[in-house]
């Protein structure tokens, strides 16, 4: 038997792309003798829909992109996700479901069992688990464990689960798995997904073939990288990471045939997150309907990565830098912005803003007269930076990108409505020593981002001599401090018990904890790592609690 799996960037609601998408798939794997064309977890209407599975006419337009799909598999089985109505008259009104269709209509429904309610997921708002009614699905006589993103859970560590699905399946003597997924993208998820996959191969004894998708939802990105193993648990195949993808595995005696063990080679972190954030920004502007960015270029390195990276995957053509200096700009940064936009070929716009920031300054003399100058005249510079690049954004219908990297987000380092603004935060989710990291990627063949960006001392410069290491530890002691605290979730006790300064670790962690409502209000970010700011951790603006 010949088994395809079609890894798509699907687009949530466009059906019909989707659904163009996955006929496509259909007759590429007809004409090439395929028998099974497998699609991955609610590719019908893309992933996650969120609220849009409350409307009834988003489900029905599900149903009738699955006739369109029936019409099309004639001489071949289809395995496709899709959200399902609940006919019961309890739980929740939809099932997160697998349809297998044959000979032009849907022969077998396959409900999610075990609902990810964790983190960016949220299922149990929407879908009722399928916890009963467990059957293997069978193409041309063989048995088939068909599973949804089930296979990926390590049911040890969910004590509220007290079975797996192929706990039940493997009763029915299946031959194969089959695990259609979407599974997002984190740089240190890659290693964990093959581990569980793996380890579920040599736990049933049975070979496996996992389907992924690909592409970018907002700030939740799909990496692909769909796999096949035999029964040792050994990978035997691995498609395309951050692209669209299909392959045909034949499948006979129970074995996956003509593959050898290949070994496991994830890309290196840094290289995960290039390719993540470039999906990340193009689908984001594909998806909207927009082609055009712009962004604030100050000479640092974090806008000058994000600027090389928008150039990347718009075209520089696409990409408008508007470099804004303040009378405390030195001419060094806008040297080194000019000569970034001279290696990328971006547009570029020069406009001071130094008489924007007098004006206010003037009209607020008198209400703030004998008043020091402080954070209040720091953060009128950055918001008359906003005005401008907002004014490209409403004149011309560019997107504008948010500059701010995960260590300043955190810490509230940064002016709300001001250099925060943005429709999409692409740094949001990089911590300043990994944008160091990525600088260096950036340049690996040529010096696209200026060395002296990347040398020069972190700055804001809206006052005379402006380090950030005035304001902040080293940055490589911040986003160590960071990484407990925000990905491994340590307390302050345990986090001074590694060696960490005391007092630092209070100041640092009250500084997070107190920047959640600017948080709130930011751009969506791009997520990389496997706790990423929004959605993924939801902290109360006016909590108390200090860890």
């Known amino acids: 038997m010949k088994i395809a799996l079609s890894q798509l960037n699907y687009h949530i609601g466009n059906f019909e792309a989707n659904t163009s998408k996955i006929i496509q798939a259909i007759n590429k794997a007809k004409t090439e003798g395929a028998d099974l064309v497998v699609f991955a977890e609610l590719a019908v209407c893309g992933y996650p829909p969120r609220d849009f599975l409350e409307f009834s006419e988003f489900i029905d337009l599900c149903e009738e992109a699955i006739n369109k799909i029936a019409e099309a598999c004639t001489d071949i089985v289809c395995v496709v996700g899709v959200p399902s109505k609940n006919p019961a008259r309890e739980g929740k009104d939809l099932f997160n479901s697998a349809y297998v ?12 069992a075990l609902l990810p309610n964790y983190d960016v997921f949220d299922e149990y708002r929407y879908f009722e688990p399928g916890l009963s009614n467990f059957n293997c699905i069978e193409v041309k006589g063989t048995r088939i464990a068909l599973t949804i993103c089930e296979d990926l859970w390590n049911i040890n560590d969910n004590p509220l689960y007290l079975m797996s699905p192929m706990d039940e399946l493997i009763k029915q003597k299946p031959a194969l798995m089959l695990n259609i997924a979407a599974s997002p993208f984190s740089y240190v998820h890659d290693d964990n997904r093959v581990k569980v996959l793996g380890d579920n191969c040599k736990k049933y004894n049975l070979p496996l073939l996992y389907i992924n998708q690909v592409g970018a939802q907002t700030e939740i990105i799909f990496d692909g990288g769909s796999f096949a193993f035999n029964k040792e648990g050994i990978l035997l195949d691995q498609m395309n990471y951050f692209k669209e993808d299909f392959r045909i595995y034949e499948f006979n005696n129970g074995e996956i045939e003509g593959l050898a063990p290949i070994v496991y080679k994830p890309l290196p972190d840094i290289e995960q997150i290039h390719h993540g954030l470039i999906l990340g920004i193009r689908d984001y502007f594909y998806k909207s309907g927009f082609s055009k960015a712009v962004l604030g270029l100050s000479g640092g390195i974090d806008s000058a990565v994000v600027c090389a990276l928008a150039a990347e995957a718009l075209g520089p053509e696409n990409v408008m830098a508007v470099l804004m200096p303040s009378k405390y700009s030195t001419d060094h940064s806008v040297k080194d912005a000019m000569d970034l936009v001279n ?26 007269k004998g008043l020091p100058f402080n954070t209040t005249e720091e953060n009128i510079q950055a918001r008359c930076r906003a005005i401008v690049v907002m004014a490209f954004s409403n004149k011309f219908g560019f997107i504008l990108l948010n500059t701010s990297n995960k260590s300043e987000c955190a810490v509230g380092y940064g002016t709300l409505y001001g250099d925060m603004a943005g429709a999409i935060s692409v740094l949001g989710d990089v911590y300043k020593t990994q944008v160091f990291t990525l600088a260096n990627y950036i340049n690996r063949e040529r010096e696209i981002i200026p060395v002296n960006s990347i040398t020069k001392p972190p700055s804001a410069e809206l006052r005379p001599g402006q380090k950030d290491s005035d304001s902040l530890p080293d940055y490589e002691v911040l986003d160590a401090l960071l990484y407990q605290y925000i990905e491994l979730k340590k307390s302050s006790k345990d986090i001074i018990g590694q060696g960490f300064d005391q007092a ?36 109360p603006l006016v909590g108390k609690y200090l860890s």
Request: overall charge positive; glycine content about 6%; proline content about 3%.
């Open 101 to 112: 269709i044959q000979d032009g209509k849907v022969v077998q429904q396959v409900h999610k």
């Open 504 to 539: 630092m670790v209070k100041k640092v962690l009250k500084m997070v904890n107190t920047a959640e409502f600017k948080r709130y209000q930011t751009a969506p970010i791009l997520r990389v790592s496997p706790k990423a700011f929004g959605m993924g951790r939801r902290m």
């Open 343 to 368: 290696n990328l070929g971006c547009k570029h716009q020069i406009i001071a803003i130094k008489d924007a920031a007098d004006a206010f300054e003037g009209m607020l003399e008198t209400a703030f």
